[in-house]
């Protein structure tokens, strides 16, 4: 699926970016995989945080060894440019004259500080599209509260639809949860606002609140408050139309598949496979109502068959007799999962400092112009020259006395 | 923006937000059920708690936008109007079982005919190939399949499931980030395409570290509950305030020093002195290395702290000196936040039918050219037919008539 076929949707397309953390990367990976010219601008000064974060290539600290930083970072040029430094703001003009799109996740008043706001960046390029995608958005009393995706997901609600009855809200398994949200309605909206721009010659100001694109990811749930005034309940894996439908334990260690059982026909190919046709005429398990009153001992007596299998077998069991059922895959299993790998979600390249190194791909795949693994995850400050030099038109002597007066550190 | 273009939306649940998400872009998505309304319509809870094909809050949330058309896809004659309707859409999205266009003679080589460039977003559980092709899910188990699910809960059994549907959002909006792509393509070559989105692959796309956590250490990530995972100590991140939970990192270095610095000061500010914390410098304090008795000396005054402050104190403390914490939100806090309220979140919507209007989430976005907006509720099955079959030349007899037949 990766590389193949060589047209690109964003061929020519220009864009600055000015990241933090995984918001960044992720919406920029919309763009760079599809062949945009990302540039990435930072600096070793304040290095990214996910730059500094662990697991490390063979444990060893560096700025261009951590795999959480490389695995999101593919085909993206870096810029290292030192924000505190008096050519900043020149070279920031440089790189907004030759853009299409500037985009940044900082905190509100990071750019405005830097004095990068979108009336300075339209009046060096007019048509230009600013995106802004910050944790609340860059007006109101939250503004300026620095957030990432742990906490914004629980000031949208997300952990109360999570936990056992009685029991502590828990976060999401994918803490920064909210990180993977935003982005797709980010992109989404730039690219209508690049499609309105080709045709009307117009940019514009996109002001994306991270908190509020992971509300509409419990839209029901608001809508049932409004008009209903309920509250969410933590309900373990108990479900109101569905019965069995829970975690099951299988051989091995923390080994598991989910069984979700929708109805009666269900309910009876789930009791031949495990081997007790008996139970589909039991009338207390009859029609959901009365699963649902015996719900602890179906559990008990589906984990007893379960138990004795691998969570493989019992996927392939149940599936084959109609029943939804799924192992409970790990990293591992992700990892190794031979559908996604044909799919393409991960890119092996190599890294000068990560050697063969998987790479993030793409969720989805597009039959004409598929994502295209070109680059491994650029070394900071990578491509400095070469932006400089090739795409801003700097002289080599501009370049040198700039670099020798720290701008690109 | 995106106003001059128009979808064809034949998704069930699986796949509702890829076609929200163009309309409230401006697109004109035609939601397509079969007559007598979609099954989607059942899922609950409902409105008042009343039970009805148009009370379904699951189906407000992800319809809202669009228009609504019946057409029963397995008649000749419904097949017929598809095809006109087809010859006239930039977009076609579906998340049929994989084939099943085909099978109608609907597929992409079908469609293609009728549109050069027209563009198919597929949204199935695991993609149209493959051992798990013809795999049946609910969403717990695309959650399983996709390595969320195993992270979730605590580690002394099993893992929960978060019980509001989220795998089908994942695929829904990177569906429509892919049909933008596609579209984006199309404007600049005329090449229409296909959009394979699989739920599988695209709740999976995010782990965190987990896959590189895995690749260079050989080390699975799991379920840590209301701690942090993958610390040598053990370090909360749900906190109980008195009324509910606080959600807080004890993170040190520069990336969580001006947090820790700035609570310090408030809990001083209000008479909570403490030593250890006030002595602490936090630029250097390195979470991934400290002893659990240097964690519990910074978490005990902490939690004082929070046990006793309420939700809406730590929220506003918090958001007035730029502190990381956050408290959880219930329904009704986000119905009264001052943030949503200062961007306009919220939104009043008629329906037609109701005595009231409905308040609603309005839009995720802010632009400096369009008011992004709710125009229209999720529409009533067939409410906009006459509109749309009557622009296809139908007259009202010939609707009629295709009605009692059961076509439309």
């Given at each position: 699926m990766v590389g193949g076929v060589n047209k690109k949707v964003f061929e020519g397309l220009v864009v600055t970016s000015f990241s933090w953390a995984i918001v960044g990367p992720l919406s920029m990976k919309y763009l760079a995989d599809y062949g945009a010219t990302v540039i990435r601008v930072e600096t070793a000064k304040r290095p990214c945080t996910l730059r500094i974060s662990t697991p490390y290539k063979d444990n060893k600290a560096g700025l261009d060894r951590s795999g959480y930083f490389n695995h999101f970072s593919s085909n993206i040029l870096s810029l290292a440019l030192n924000m505190e430094s008096t050519q900043a703001l020149e070279m920031v003009s440089k790189l907004t004259a030759k853009s299409d799109v500037v985009m940044e996740n900082f905190t509100p008043g990071v750019m405005e500080k830097w004095g990068i706001t979108y009336e300075f960046l339209k009046n060096i390029k007019p048509d230009i599209i600013f995106l802004r995608q910050s944790g609340f958005g860059?007006?109101?009393?939250?503004?300026r509260q620095p957030a990432f995706g742990m906490i914004l997901a629980a000031m949208a609600g997300?952990?109360?639809?999570?936990?056992?009855?009685g029991g502590e809200p828990l976060p999401i398994g994918v803490s920064a949860y909210t990180d993977c949200i935003s982005p797709r309605f980010a992109i989404s909206a730039l690219i209508a606002a690049l499609d309105r721009r080709n045709k009307t010659g117009q940019g514009q100001l996109l002001d994306i609140s991270q908190l509020e694109t992971a509300l509409s990811f419990i839209a029901p749930a608001l809508l049932d408050y409004e008009v209903n005034g309920r509250e969410p309940v933590r309900q373990g894996n108990s479900h109101p139309a569905m019965c069995p439908h829970d975690v099951y334990p299988c051989l091995g260690d923390d080994r598991w598949c989910a069984i979700a059982v929708a109805d009666e026909k269900q309910w009876y190919a789930l009791c031949s496979a495990m081997g007790k046709p008996d139970l589909a005429g039991d009338e207390r398990f009859s029609e959901l109502s009365g699963r649902r009153r015996h719900e602890t001992e179906i559990n008990h007596m589906i984990s007893a068959w379960t138990s004795q299998h691998s969570a493989e077998e019992v996927t392939s069991v149940l599936q084959a007799a109609g029943v939804p059922a799924g192992t409970v895959k790990n990293a591992a299993d992700i990892y190794q999962d031979p559908q996604l790998a044909e799919r393409g979600l991960f890119w092996k390249m190599e890294h000068a400092e990560m050697g063969q190194f998987s790479h993030l791909g793409q969720g989805f795949i597009l039959s004409g112009t598929p994502a295209q693994a070109r680059t491994p995850s650029p070394l900071l400050g990578e491509h400095t020259e070469y932006v400089c030099t090739q795409l801003l038109g700097m002289s080599d002597s501009d370049f040198a006395a700039a670099a020798a007066a720290g701008v690109f550190e | 923006m995106l106003n001059n273009c128009r979808a064809l939306d034949l998704t069930?649940?699986?796949?509702f937000l890829c076609g929200k998400i163009l309309a409230d872009l401006g697109v004109e998505v035609i939601k397509v059920e079969r007559p007598g309304g979609d099954e989607a319509r059942t899922i609950g809870p409902f409105y008042r708690d009343i039970p009805a094909p148009d009370h379904s809050l699951y189906w407000w949330a992800y319809n809202s936008n669009k228009k609504g058309l019946t057409l029963n896809l397995e008649s000749g004659e419904g097949r017929d109007l598809f095809r006109r309707l087809a010859a006239g859409a930039d977009f076609i999205i579906e998340s049929f079982k994989p084939g099943y266009l085909d099978s109608l003679e609907l597929g992409y080589t079908d469609l293609v005919r009728l549109k050069r460039d027209i563009i198919l977003t597929s949204i199935t559980p695991f993609g149209p190939e493959g051992r798990y092709r013809d795999y049946q899910v609910t969403d717990i188990v695309s959650m399983a399949m996709s390595g969320i699910l195993y992270q979730t809960?605590?580690?002394?059994t099993r893992p929960v499931h978060m019980s509001l549907p989220q795998a089908c959002l994942h695929a829904g909006a990177d569906a429509a980030v892919g049909t933008l792509l596609a579209y984006y393509h199309r404007e600049q070559s005329g090449e229409g395409q296909q959009v394979d989105v699989s739920l599988q692959q695209s709740t999976a796309w995010f782990l965190a570290n987990a896959i590189p956590m895995y690749e260079l250490n050989q080390i699975v990530s799991r379920r840590s509950g209301s701690f942090r995972w993958s610390m040598k100590s053990s370090q909360r991140q749900v906190w109980k305030c008195r009324d509910g939970f606080v959600f807080f990192n004890i993170i040190g270095g520069r990336t969580g020093a001006k947090t820790l610095f700035e609570l310090v000061q408030w809990m001083e500010s209000e008479g909570y002195q403490d030593e250890y914390l006030h002595n602490t410098d936090w630029e250097r304090l390195d979470m991934f290395a400290v002893n659990q008795d240097v964690v519990d000396r910074i978490s005990r005054p902490i939690e004082t702290f929070f046990g006793n402050h309420t939700r809406a104190e730590i929220a506003e403390g918090a958001a007035r000196r730029r502190i990381s914490v956050c408290p959880l939100s219930s329904m009704q806090d986000l119905h009264n936040d001052r943030q949503l309220a200062v961007r306009d979140f919220w939104t009043k919507v008629r329906h037609p039918g109701l005595e009231e209007d409905i308040t609603y989430p309005r839009s995720y976005i802010k632009s400096s050219v369009v008011d992004y907006k709710?125009?229209?509720?999720a529409p009533q099955a067939g409410q906009h037919n006459q509109e749309i079959y009557g622009s296809l030349g139908l007259s009202a007899e010939e609707q009629k008539a295709l009605s009692l037949k059961g076509v439309i």
């Amino acid at each position: 699926m990766v590389g193949g076929v060589n047209k690109k949707v964003f061929e020519g397309l220009v864009v600055t970016s000015f990241s933090w953390a995984i918001v960044g990367p992720l919406s920029m990976k919309y763009l760079a995989d599809y062949g945009a010219t990302v540039i990435r601008v930072e600096t070793a000064k304040r290095p990214c945080t996910l730059r500094i974060s662990t697991p490390y290539k063979d444990n060893k600290a560096g700025l261009d060894r951590s795999g959480y930083f490389n695995h999101f970072s593919s085909n993206i040029l870096s810029l290292a440019l030192n924000m505190e430094s008096t050519q900043a703001l020149e070279m920031v003009s440089k790189l907004t004259a030759k853009s299409d799109v500037v985009m940044e996740n900082f905190t509100p008043g990071v750019m405005e500080k830097w004095g990068i706001t979108y009336e300075f960046l339209k009046n060096i390029k007019p048509d230009i599209i600013f995106l802004r995608q910050s944790g609340f958005g860059s007006q109101g009393p939250n503004s300026r509260q620095p957030a990432f995706g742990m906490i914004l997901a629980a000031m949208a609600g997300i952990p109360n639809f999570i936990g056992w009855p009685g029991g502590e809200p828990l976060p999401i398994g994918v803490s920064a949860y909210t990180d993977c949200i935003s982005p797709r309605f980010a992109i989404s909206a730039l690219i209508a606002a690049l499609d309105r721009r080709n045709k009307t010659g117009q940019g514009q100001l996109l002001d994306i609140s991270q908190l509020e694109t992971a509300l509409s990811f419990i839209a029901p749930a608001l809508l049932d408050y409004e008009v209903n005034g309920r509250e969410p309940v933590r309900q373990g894996n108990s479900h109101p139309a569905m019965c069995p439908h829970d975690v099951y334990p299988c051989l091995g260690d923390d080994r598991w598949c989910a069984i979700a059982v929708a109805d009666e026909k269900q309910w009876y190919a789930l009791c031949s496979a495990m081997g007790k046709p008996d139970l589909a005429g039991d009338e207390r398990f009859s029609e959901l109502s009365g699963r649902r009153r015996h719900e602890t001992e179906i559990n008990h007596m589906i984990s007893a068959w379960t138990s004795q299998h691998s969570a493989e077998e019992v996927t392939s069991v149940l599936q084959a007799a109609g029943v939804p059922a799924g192992t409970v895959k790990n990293a591992a299993d992700i990892y190794q999962d031979p559908q996604l790998a044909e799919r393409g979600l991960f890119w092996k390249m190599e890294h000068a400092e990560m050697g063969q190194f998987s790479h993030l791909g793409q969720g989805f795949i597009l039959s004409g112009t598929p994502a295209q693994a070109r680059t491994p995850s650029p070394l900071l400050g990578e491509h400095t020259e070469y932006v400089c030099t090739q795409l801003l038109g700097m002289s080599d002597s501009d370049f040198a006395a700039a670099a020798a007066a720290g701008v690109f550190e | 923006m995106l106003n001059n273009c128009r979808a064809l939306d034949l998704t069930d649940e699986k796949g509702f937000l890829c076609g929200k998400i163009l309309a409230d872009l401006g697109v004109e998505v035609i939601k397509v059920e079969r007559p007598g309304g979609d099954e989607a319509r059942t899922i609950g809870p409902f409105y008042r708690d009343i039970p009805a094909p148009d009370h379904s809050l699951y189906w407000w949330a992800y319809n809202s936008n669009k228009k609504g058309l019946t057409l029963n896809l397995e008649s000749g004659e419904g097949r017929d109007l598809f095809r006109r309707l087809a010859a006239g859409a930039d977009f076609i999205i579906e998340s049929f079982k994989p084939g099943y266009l085909d099978s109608l003679e609907l597929g992409y080589t079908d469609l293609v005919r009728l549109k050069r460039d027209i563009i198919l977003t597929s949204i199935t559980p695991f993609g149209p190939e493959g051992r798990y092709r013809d795999y049946q899910v609910t969403d717990i188990v695309s959650m399983a399949m996709s390595g969320i699910l195993y992270q979730t809960g605590d580690l002394d059994t099993r893992p929960v499931h978060m019980s509001l549907p989220q795998a089908c959002l994942h695929a829904g909006a990177d569906a429509a980030v892919g049909t933008l792509l596609a579209y984006y393509h199309r404007e600049q070559s005329g090449e229409g395409q296909q959009v394979d989105v699989s739920l599988q692959q695209s709740t999976a796309w995010f782990l965190a570290n987990a896959i590189p956590m895995y690749e260079l250490n050989q080390i699975v990530s799991r379920r840590s509950g209301s701690f942090r995972w993958s610390m040598k100590s053990s370090q909360r991140q749900v906190w109980k305030c008195r009324d509910g939970f606080v959600f807080f990192n004890i993170i040190g270095g520069r990336t969580g020093a001006k947090t820790l610095f700035e609570l310090v000061q408030w809990m001083e500010s209000e008479g909570y002195q403490d030593e250890y914390l006030h002595n602490t410098d936090w630029e250097r304090l390195d979470m991934f290395a400290v002893n659990q008795d240097v964690v519990d000396r910074i978490s005990r005054p902490i939690e004082t702290f929070f046990g006793n402050h309420t939700r809406a104190e730590i929220a506003e403390g918090a958001a007035r000196r730029r502190i990381s914490v956050c408290p959880l939100s219930s329904m009704q806090d986000l119905h009264n936040d001052r943030q949503l309220a200062v961007r306009d979140f919220w939104t009043k919507v008629r329906h037609p039918g109701l005595e009231e209007d409905i308040t609603y989430p309005r839009s995720y976005i802010k632009s400096s050219v369009v008011d992004y907006k709710i125009d229209r509720p999720a529409p009533q099955a067939g409410q906009h037919n006459q509109e749309i079959y009557g622009s296809l030349g139908l007259s009202a007899e010939e609707q009629k008539a295709l009605s009692l037949k059961g076509v439309i």
